[in-house]
């Protein structure tokens, strides 16, 4: 079985929406997109710098744009089971299982934006990753210094998310037995209580939705498990940016779904990262550029024997 996954926020680089430009329609849509959601997508993915992208109000739509215009160059969802995405990730695959139409998906994700930028602009916070270690030796560290483990992806990385003050004493600290200790590219302590003021903003927005069941099988963040209801999986994407991201329970599923491959949309690299490590055997493609769609191909082709 094949799991499509999609990437969160810190996977963004300047110009990495470029090469998908160039792909026949793909101009249209990103323009149908920044129309609907008044913010140049085409500009931010091609000629800004690392700092305009790291705006959590510019990254999660851009993100999310990519996500959906890479997912489209796949061609037909037939060949995959299974879908879940990391954090704003989760909004690109309820756009992929058929829960939001991509402009709803869009709208939604740059309202999450705007909130959480706003909420981050209360207090000076932000997230680092933690890599190696024993999970309760580290947890038991974080707690200690008063950061939250917002992000427990599995594969020996637990990401970290507090005021710049309690990051900066994790970074001199790092917990007994981890490797390193590695700030990252994103502009908040997300899925913190820092961000509780997004949710309520993200549940008035989605009160405009109209959801539909997913079409395939729709992993949670939240705790790993397979949503079936439209609406569930709603409700789920704005509780989340005030809660952690359990990948390490969304990989656990995969496993016990029967993953035989996994294709991560760009920009790809981090989720199959973690999946070599901890779904040692699965292959997988990351989508970077145009280029990685045929080994995507060949992939599905494989599977499809």
Known sequence: MLVLVAPGQGAQTPGFLTPWLDLP??????????DAIGLDLAHYGTNADAD??????????????????SAAALGSRTAFGAVAGHSVGEITAAA????????DALQLVRTR???MAEASAVTETGMAAVLGGDQDVVLAHLEKLGLTPANINGAGQIVAAGTT????????????????????KVAGAFHTHHMTPAVATLAKASEALSPADPELKYVS???????????????????????????????????ELGVTGIVELCPGGTLTGLAKRALK????????TPDDLDKAAALVAEQSV
């Open 25 to 34: 329609g793909a101009a249209d849509r990103v323009a149908a997109w920044s």
């Open 52 to 69: 305009e992208i790291r705006d959590t109000a510019v990254a999660q739509p851009l993100l999310v744009a990519a996500g959906l215009l």
């Open 96 to 103: 992929y299982a058929g829960v939001l139409s991509e402009t």
């Open 113 to 115: 934006g705007l909130a």
């Open 165 to 184: 003050e309690q990051i900066a004493a994790l970074v001199a600290e790092k917990p007994e037995g981890s490797m390193k200790v590695v700030a990252l």
């Open 221 to 255: 963040n939240k705790d790993g498990l397979v949503v079936t209801k439209g609406a569930d999986v709603v409700a789920r994407l704005v509780g989340q940016v005030a809660n952690p991201v359990r990948w390490d329970l969304c990989m656990e599923t995969f496993a």
């Open 281 to 288: 055997g699965v292959p997988s493609v990351a989508l970077k």
